[in-house]
């Protein structure tokens, strides 16, 4: 089966070794028999090209491997890819997320599919889980730590008690952060993988703006003083629920009892759980970035493709998100605490609190209100 890859970066290159290295014979069926680059000084094997078009319009290749990252020119590609007949595998969970619709519309009426396991959880088998379990059985709901860079950073601060700013700078070194971080610890990153997550999940495609989100930016080294003093961890969690005539989805801190499972996943490490009705609940745990872990995850969906393993893409159905479903007690510090007067069960100084319980949507609308860009909220279940 041939291959065209786009993008030869930390996991397009992990994607041709793997194949190239042939471990095992299904991987020795697949042949990497062209590679897009950006740059003429980057054309140092004789399948790689300047030209997308040569790879999308070669009839000889059926798979292309798109790890280019960004929305464009990689939604362009990937659109031109399954017009030409071609399967997809994707690593861009940014791209696919804000795509999926149109893109999957397109697959079906070409007789192909996207496969996305390593834009989701990296190398660990969370999609391929998700679909294995939906053959026989009902998501009731899933969370998960998806980003393994700002469970790094709340890692380290809450450990070494230090800034967040230190932690981030360090991350950024051990290049586990972009060196502009804002999809990471502003929640998007997750966002697009809960997106993501609900396509399999729930059979439903969402817009990932209606997904409510909240990153770490601005947690300080007082709110995680909070959680030593009563026992809790915080951990960045992607969520989705499912209430039949509508699911929530939603990305926030939360501080947890130390003995949740998720409060001692260390380090850059990805943890997702799902809760369906017969399996209950079942975890996946493991590298959720770097080239050869994530690299695994694509290829496992191209020896998918070549065995024909490929789990149907279902119609998807138009279930809304309503986050009035999701009820909950929050820790919010802001600089405008007159804006949560109603909202407070406890006042922890003068501008930090304890909510009653109360919806996300709730809360949500009230923290868009303050419109303080000091705020910190996270969700408290211990
Ligand atoms: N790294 C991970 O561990 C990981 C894990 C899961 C998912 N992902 C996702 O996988 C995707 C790729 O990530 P990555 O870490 O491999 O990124 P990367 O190291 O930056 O690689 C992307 C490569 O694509 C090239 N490229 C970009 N636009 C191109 C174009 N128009 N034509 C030809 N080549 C082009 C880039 O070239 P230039 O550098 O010259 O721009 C770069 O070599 C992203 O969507 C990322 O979110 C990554």
Redesign the pocket.
């Known amino acids: 089966m041939k291959i065209g890859l786009?993008?030869?970066?930390?996991?397009?290159?992990g994607v041709g070794k793997i194949i190239d290295d042939g471990l095992t014979w299904e991987v020795r069926e697949l042949e990497v028999a062209r590679i897009?680059?950006?740059?003429e000084s980057?054309l140092k094997d004789p399948r790689m090209t300047?030209s997308?078009d040569e790879i999308l319009n070669d009839p000889e290749i059926d798979v292309i491997v798109e790890?280019?990252?960004?929305l464009e020119?990689?939604h362009t590609y990937v659109r031109k890819a399954l017009e030409n007949g071609k399967y997809v595998v994707?690593?861009?969970?940014?791209?696919l997320a804000s795509y999926c619709s149109e893109l999957f519309d397109i697959a079906r009426k070409n007789n192909v599919t996207v496969h996305y396991e390593?834009?989701c959880g990296?190398g660990i088998p969370w999609m391929a889980s998700l679909d294995r379990t939906r053959r026989v059985d009902d998501i009731i709901s899933f969370r998960g730590i998806f980003n393994g860079t700002t469970n790094y950073i709340l890692e380290r601060m809450s450990k070494e008690h230090s800034s967040f700013a230190d932690k981030l700078k360090e991350a950024q070194e051990l290049g586990y952060a972009e060196r502009d971080p804002s999809d990471d610890i502003d929640g998007y990153?997750v966002r697009s993988k809960v997106s993501l997550s609900c396509v399999k999940a729930f059979d439903t495609v969402q817009n990932t703006e209606d997904i409510t989100t909240f990153g770490i930016r601005t947690i300080s080294e007082a709110d995680l003083q909070y959680c030593e003093d009563h026992g809790l961890a915080c951990k960045l969690l992607g969520n989705g629920e499912f209430h039949h005539s509508c699911i929530s989805a939603y990305v926030i801190p939360v501080f947890l009892g130390k003995e949740d499972v998720f409060a001692n996943i260390p380090l850059n490490f990805n943890a997702i759980e799902s809760n369906s009705l017969t399996l209950g609940r079942a975890m996946f745990y493991g590298q959720?970035?770097?080239?050869l872990?994530?690299a695994h995850a694509v290829v496992q969906n191209i020896v998918d493709i070549w065995k024909n393993q490929d789990p149907e893409i279902n119609d998807k159905f138009p279930v809304s998100i309503d986050n009035s479903r999701h009820e909950g007690c929050y820790y919010i510090r802001t600089g405008k605490p007159e804006f949560f007067l109603d909202a407070a069960a406890e006042w922890i100084s003068d501008n930090t609190l304890l909510t009653k319980k109360m919806s996300l949507q709730k809360v949500a609308g009230m923290v868009e209100q303050a419109d303080d860009e000091t705020l910190f909220i996270a969700e408290v279940t211990a």
Request: include cysteine.
């Open positions: 786009l993008g030869y970066g930390v996991v397009g290159s897009l680059v950006k740059d980057e300047l997308a790890c280019m990252g960004g020119p990689a994707t690593s861009n969970k940014k791209m390593a834009a990296g990153d959720g970035a770097g080239s872990p994530t």
